[in-house]
Protein backbone atom coordinates (compact mmCIF):
# COMPACT_ATOMS: atom_id res chain seq x y z
CA UNK A 1 0.00 0.00 0.00
CA UNK A 2 1.34 3.16 -1.01
CA UNK A 3 -0.32 5.40 0.87
CA UNK A 4 -1.55 6.94 -1.74
CA UNK A 5 -5.86 6.71 -2.39
CA UNK A 6 -7.76 7.37 -5.04
CA UNK A 7 -11.61 7.20 -5.82
CA UNK A 8 -13.63 5.83 -7.04
CA UNK A 9 -11.89 2.79 -8.57
CA UNK A 10 -14.05 1.98 -11.35
CA UNK A 11 -16.05 4.53 -13.44
CA UNK A 12 -18.79 3.60 -16.20
CA UNK A 13 -20.34 6.47 -18.02
CA UNK A 14 -21.29 7.62 -21.56
CA UNK A 15 -19.67 10.01 -24.45
CA UNK A 16 -20.11 13.57 -23.45
CA UNK A 17 -20.63 13.07 -20.14
CA UNK A 18 -18.31 14.97 -16.88
CA UNK A 19 -16.43 13.04 -14.14
CA UNK A 20 -14.52 13.96 -11.41
CA UNK A 21 -11.70 11.63 -10.33
CA UNK A 22 -10.32 11.84 -6.62
CA UNK A 23 -6.72 11.36 -5.00
CA UNK A 24 -5.33 11.58 -1.67
CA UNK A 25 -1.51 11.93 -1.48
CA UNK A 26 0.47 10.32 1.31
CA UNK A 27 1.01 11.98 4.05
CA UNK A 28 3.02 14.96 4.26
CA UNK A 29 3.31 14.90 0.47
CA UNK A 30 2.66 18.53 -1.28
CA UNK A 31 2.81 17.21 -4.47
CA UNK A 32 1.04 15.41 -6.75
CA UNK A 33 0.55 14.06 -10.22
CA UNK A 34 -2.10 12.58 -12.63
CA UNK A 35 -1.38 10.19 -14.86
CA UNK A 36 -2.70 8.71 -18.04
CA UNK A 37 -2.38 4.56 -19.02
CA UNK A 38 -4.11 3.41 -22.16
CA UNK A 39 -2.68 0.50 -24.43
CA UNK A 40 -2.06 2.53 -26.95
CA UNK A 41 -0.20 5.40 -25.29
CA UNK A 42 1.24 3.81 -22.39
CA UNK A 43 1.75 5.57 -18.97
CA UNK A 44 1.29 9.86 -20.21
CA UNK A 45 1.98 12.71 -17.77
CA UNK A 46 -1.40 15.08 -17.78
CA UNK A 47 0.12 17.33 -14.99
CA UNK A 48 1.24 18.29 -11.60
CA UNK A 49 0.16 20.68 -8.55
CA UNK A 50 2.50 21.27 -5.84
CA UNK A 51 1.01 22.71 -2.42
CA UNK A 52 -1.89 24.32 -4.48
CA UNK A 53 -0.24 25.82 -7.68
CA UNK A 54 -0.10 24.00 -11.33
CA UNK A 55 3.68 23.41 -11.11
CA UNK A 56 3.91 21.31 -14.81
CA UNK A 57 1.77 20.69 -17.78
CA UNK A 58 1.87 17.43 -19.94
CA UNK A 59 -0.16 16.14 -23.10
CA UNK A 60 -3.63 16.74 -20.80
CA UNK A 61 -7.01 17.73 -23.19
CA UNK A 62 -8.67 21.01 -22.83
CA UNK A 63 -11.54 19.10 -21.98
CA UNK A 64 -9.76 18.08 -18.91
CA UNK A 65 -8.51 20.13 -15.41
CA UNK A 66 -7.21 19.43 -12.50
CA UNK A 67 -6.97 21.11 -9.20
CA UNK A 68 -5.33 20.70 -5.71
CA UNK A 69 -7.04 21.72 -2.26
CA UNK A 70 -5.64 23.28 0.45
CA UNK A 71 -5.68 19.74 2.48
CA UNK A 72 -3.87 18.82 -0.56
CA UNK A 73 -6.31 16.38 -1.91
CA UNK A 74 -6.82 16.82 -6.01
CA UNK A 75 -9.24 16.19 -8.25
CA UNK A 76 -9.40 15.69 -11.78
CA UNK A 77 -12.38 16.82 -14.18
CA UNK A 78 -13.12 14.79 -17.70
CA UNK A 79 -15.58 16.59 -19.40
CA UNK A 80 -17.14 16.30 -23.00
CA UNK A 81 -15.91 12.54 -22.83
CA UNK A 82 -15.37 10.43 -25.30
CA UNK A 83 -14.88 6.64 -26.16
CA UNK A 84 -10.71 7.09 -26.43
CA UNK A 85 -10.99 8.79 -22.59
CA UNK A 86 -11.32 5.48 -21.37
CA UNK A 87 -8.48 4.51 -19.69
CA UNK A 88 -6.17 3.97 -16.35
CA UNK A 89 -5.81 7.03 -14.92
CA UNK A 90 -3.52 7.14 -11.92
CA UNK A 91 -2.51 9.34 -9.12
CA UNK A 92 0.75 10.00 -7.64
CA UNK A 93 2.52 11.72 -4.54
CA UNK A 94 5.83 13.22 -3.52
CA UNK A 95 7.29 15.62 -0.96
CA UNK A 96 8.09 17.22 -4.38
CA UNK A 97 9.99 21.26 -3.65
CA UNK A 98 13.13 22.22 -5.21
CA UNK A 99 15.16 20.29 -1.73
CA UNK A 100 12.50 17.70 -0.97
CA UNK A 101 12.48 13.88 -2.64
CA UNK A 102 10.71 13.38 -6.35
CA UNK A 103 10.04 9.68 -5.39
CA UNK A 104 6.62 9.45 -6.83
CA UNK A 105 4.14 7.03 -5.19
CA UNK A 106 1.46 5.88 -7.17
CA UNK A 107 -2.36 5.18 -5.68
CA UNK A 108 -4.44 2.11 -7.37
CA UNK A 109 -5.90 3.98 -10.24
CA UNK A 110 -9.13 4.68 -11.63
CA UNK A 111 -10.31 2.90 -14.07
CA UNK A 112 -12.51 5.14 -16.65
CA UNK A 113 -14.93 3.35 -19.32
CA UNK A 114 -16.66 5.39 -21.61
CA UNK A 115 -19.47 4.00 -23.63
CA UNK B 1 13.39 14.49 -27.50
CA UNK B 2 10.93 13.77 -24.36
CA UNK B 3 10.89 10.05 -25.35
CA UNK B 4 12.14 7.21 -23.31
CA UNK B 5 12.63 4.13 -25.45
CA UNK B 6 12.84 0.90 -23.52
CA UNK B 7 13.01 -2.95 -24.96
CA UNK B 8 12.43 -5.23 -25.46
CA UNK B 9 8.14 -5.46 -24.93
CA UNK B 10 8.48 -8.55 -23.42
CA UNK B 11 10.74 -11.47 -22.29
CA UNK B 12 10.68 -14.87 -20.21
CA UNK B 13 13.37 -15.73 -18.29
CA UNK B 14 13.59 -19.47 -16.57
CA UNK B 15 13.99 -18.81 -12.89
CA UNK B 16 16.70 -18.21 -11.70
CA UNK B 17 18.55 -16.61 -14.32
CA UNK B 18 19.01 -12.96 -15.05
CA UNK B 19 15.73 -10.41 -16.79
CA UNK B 20 17.76 -7.35 -18.32
CA UNK B 21 15.78 -4.45 -19.48
CA UNK B 22 17.11 -1.74 -21.30
CA UNK B 23 16.11 2.35 -21.96
CA UNK B 24 17.77 5.04 -23.71
CA UNK B 25 17.06 8.78 -23.58
CA UNK B 26 17.50 11.74 -25.95
CA UNK B 27 16.92 14.87 -24.07
CA UNK B 28 20.16 15.52 -21.60
CA UNK B 29 18.19 17.55 -19.42
CA UNK B 30 16.81 14.05 -17.78
CA UNK B 31 18.77 13.61 -13.61
CA UNK B 32 16.05 11.37 -12.26
CA UNK B 33 15.51 8.02 -13.85
CA UNK B 34 13.30 5.51 -11.76
CA UNK B 35 12.22 2.41 -12.61
CA UNK B 36 8.58 0.98 -12.11
CA UNK B 37 6.85 -2.14 -11.37
CA UNK B 38 3.44 -2.81 -12.31
CA UNK B 39 1.25 -5.77 -11.03
CA UNK B 40 -1.99 -6.32 -13.23
CA UNK B 41 -5.01 -4.06 -11.39
CA UNK B 42 -2.19 -2.45 -9.45
CA UNK B 43 -0.48 0.87 -9.76
CA UNK B 44 2.94 1.49 -10.48
CA UNK B 45 5.36 0.53 -7.52
CA UNK B 46 8.66 2.28 -7.28
CA UNK B 47 11.58 -0.52 -7.49
CA UNK B 48 14.71 1.31 -7.47
CA UNK B 49 16.40 5.13 -9.40
CA UNK B 50 19.12 6.27 -10.26
CA UNK B 51 20.84 9.89 -10.43
CA UNK B 52 23.40 10.71 -13.37
CA UNK B 53 26.42 11.14 -10.91
CA UNK B 54 26.54 7.23 -10.69
CA UNK B 55 27.01 4.53 -12.91
CA UNK B 56 25.35 1.79 -11.17
CA UNK B 57 23.19 1.18 -8.06
CA UNK B 58 22.16 -1.89 -6.31
CA UNK B 59 19.69 -3.06 -3.97
CA UNK B 60 18.62 -6.64 -3.49
CA UNK B 61 18.33 -8.54 -6.76
CA UNK B 62 17.64 -5.28 -8.73
CA UNK B 63 19.89 -3.26 -10.26
CA UNK B 64 20.32 -0.11 -12.49
CA UNK B 65 23.33 0.35 -14.89
CA UNK B 66 23.78 4.02 -16.22
CA UNK B 67 25.68 4.97 -18.99
CA UNK B 68 25.53 8.92 -19.22
CA UNK B 69 27.69 9.17 -22.52
CA UNK B 70 25.94 6.83 -24.23
CA UNK B 71 22.29 7.92 -22.57
CA UNK B 72 21.27 4.78 -21.92
CA UNK B 73 20.11 2.86 -18.24
CA UNK B 74 19.35 -0.93 -17.56
CA UNK B 75 17.47 -2.84 -15.23
CA UNK B 76 19.53 -6.14 -13.99
CA UNK B 77 16.53 -8.84 -11.82
CA UNK B 78 19.44 -10.74 -10.66
CA UNK B 79 18.07 -14.75 -9.87
CA UNK B 80 14.67 -13.93 -11.16
CA UNK B 81 11.76 -15.82 -9.72
CA UNK B 82 8.38 -16.20 -10.80
CA UNK B 83 7.02 -13.07 -8.81
CA UNK B 84 8.78 -11.12 -10.32
CA UNK B 85 6.41 -11.52 -13.20
CA UNK B 86 5.36 -8.05 -13.79
CA UNK B 87 5.19 -5.02 -16.50
CA UNK B 88 8.10 -2.96 -15.61
CA UNK B 89 8.84 0.56 -16.67
CA UNK B 90 11.61 2.91 -17.05
CA UNK B 91 10.88 6.64 -16.28
CA UNK B 92 13.37 9.80 -17.06
CA UNK B 93 12.70 13.25 -15.20
CA UNK B 94 14.04 16.60 -15.83
CA UNK B 95 14.37 17.80 -11.86
CA UNK B 96 16.12 20.72 -12.75
CA UNK B 97 12.77 22.06 -14.54
CA UNK B 98 11.68 21.48 -10.62
CA UNK B 99 8.87 19.57 -11.55
CA UNK B 100 9.51 15.53 -11.21
CA UNK B 101 7.31 14.82 -13.62
CA UNK B 102 7.97 11.60 -15.09
CA UNK B 103 8.12 10.23 -18.86
CA UNK B 104 7.65 6.32 -18.93
CA UNK B 105 9.10 4.05 -21.84
CA UNK B 106 6.48 1.58 -22.75
CA UNK B 107 7.09 -1.01 -20.25
CA UNK B 108 8.42 -4.56 -20.48
CA UNK B 109 5.96 -8.09 -20.02
CA UNK B 110 8.17 -10.08 -17.89
CA UNK B 111 7.51 -13.80 -17.43
CA UNK B 112 9.68 -15.78 -15.07
CA UNK B 113 8.98 -19.35 -15.93
CA UNK B 114 9.37 -21.80 -13.09
Known amino acids: DSGVTQTPKHLITATGQRVTLRCSPRSGDLSVYWYQQSLDQGLQFLIQYYNGEERAKGNILERFSAQQFPDLHSELNLSSLELGDSALYFCASSVGGREGSYEQYFGPGTRLTVT | QQQVKQSPQSLIVQKGGISIINCAYE??????FPWYQQFPGKGPALLIAIRPDVSEKKEGRFTISFNKSAKQFSLHIMDSQPGDSATYFCAASPLESNTGKLIFGQGTTLQVKP
Open chain 2, 27 to 32: NTAFDY
